[in-house]
């Protein structure tokens, strides 16, 4: 008797522990909304929301519940009416109990270390980042300050951006494996230098692990490690301006030195450097310098427009799948534009090489 009783008690034990807090609770109040309307619980979906759950407001106050989320991304409590506008958080659906106070300007969620540590990092980082927009407005009014002025407020502001980075690596470092920790990877892991966010990776935990978008970084990695400097180059075909087929290596074996120019049509960065690029192979070309535009683009007028408008005097290939172009792929390119600076034996020489700092190097090589 005494042996069945104690398993009826372990049973029972069991159960309550099953039943005790295995899902999240969220309890909040929206300043300003009248009994009757509803908070929406939204997740990302591209661009734009999509709902997911509501709640009704009564007396100010509202509750979610429901089951703890296994992906590192946060969600969307969201409340609008067109008196108050727009009032929404982030906010990570954590086993356990969440309190949120929506109103304008002064959101906050607590109650969990993940959402605890996004409230404080977003603090942090838009504190940075109203500092350095400020520098930089003040640097685009040129008409009030000399030139050595305006470059110690462009050295001030690169110092600026080292600092953010690094910030975000460290938060990124020491919540590896959190939820919040993989979701900094996943957002801002292709800033950080590859060796270092190869190691990070390591430490983030399953279900993130398992996640698409940890997958994607991880892919990244791998095909940014494979083309670092001193690699061989990764071969690829595509269409060039004619619909023909051309290898990259064609191209290669043609030139003591090629630049593999990832850009696009559509892209402004890429716009702004191409001048850079023109000069630099119309000054080099007849000593062995070549280029191949790989284009992220996905309209082929455009990008037979802009090769000429440009004055792209040089080889180009694209399979015209935009962001999902297989040859930025390959080379782990995931912002543009991006350099990839090969010599006739295959060997990578350099990366995201731009403006002076191409000519300089390219000049240093072709002595």
């Given amino acids: 008797m005494k042996k069945i009783a104690l398993f009826a ?8 522990a099953c039943q005790e807090n295995v899902g999240y609770t969220i309890d909040g109040t929206v300043v300003g909304a009248a009994d009757g309307e509803y908070v929406y ?3 990302y979906k591209g661009r734009g929301l999509a709902k997911l759950d509501s709640a009704v407001v009564k007396a100010g106050k509202f509750q979610f519940k429901g089951t703890p989320d296994t992906i590192a991304t946060p ?3 969201l409340y609008s009416n067109k008196e108050v506008g727009n009032l929404s958080t982030q906010i990570f659906l954590d086993k356990g109990n969440m309190v949120v106070n929506l109103e304008k300007g002064k959101s906050t969620v607590s109650g969990t ?4 540590a996004l409230v404080s990092f977003m603090q942090a980082y838009r504190t940075q980042g109203e500092e350095m927009n400020a520098i930089y407005k003040e640097y685009r009014n040129s008409d009030k300050y000399s030139q050595a002025q305006r470059d110690s407020m462009m050295t001030l502001l690169e110092q600026k951006e080292k600092e953010q980075q690094k910030f975000v690596f460290e938060q990124a470092k020491a919540h590896v494996a959190d939820a919040f920790g993989a979701y900094l990877l996943a957002s801002m892991g292709t800033s950080f230098e590859i060796q270092e966010l190869s190691g990070l990776l390591e430490g983030v935990q399953e279900p993130y692990a398992s996640s698409e978008s940890i997958l994607n970084l991880k892919d990244y990695v791998a095909n940014s490690l494979k083309t670092m400097e001193g690699k061989k180059f990764v071969d690829f075909s595509m269409l060039d301006v004619d619909g023909k087929t051309v290898k990259l290596s064609d191209f290669i074996k043609e030139n003591k030195y090629t630049l593999i120019d990832f ?5 402004g960065p890429c716009r702004a450097e ?7 192979y119309k000054e080099l070309h007849t000593k062995g310098f070549g280029i191949v535009g790989v284009s992220l683009d996905s309209d082929a007028k455009r990008w037979k427009n802009a090769i000429e408008d440009l004055q792209m005097t040089w080889n180009h290939m694209s399979d015209l799948k935009g962001w999902n172009c297989e040859g930025a792929k390959l080379y782990g390119v995931r912002s543009i534009p991006a350099t990839v600076l090969v010599d006739q034996e295959g060997t990578i020489i350099a990366r995201n090489l731009r403006g002076e700092q191409l000519i300089e190097k390219l000049r240093d090589l072709m002595k």
Avoid: D, H, Q, R
């Fill in 9 to 16: 008690a372990a049973g029972l034990m069991t159960l309550a």
């Fill in 75 to 77: 969600k969307i409590l």
């Fill in 113 to 116: 270390s993940n959402n605890e």
């Fill in 41 to 43: 619980l939204n997740a």
């Fill in 274 to 280: 191409m001048p850079n690029v023109v000069a630099a």
């Fill in 263 to 267: 850009w696009a049509s559509w892209c």
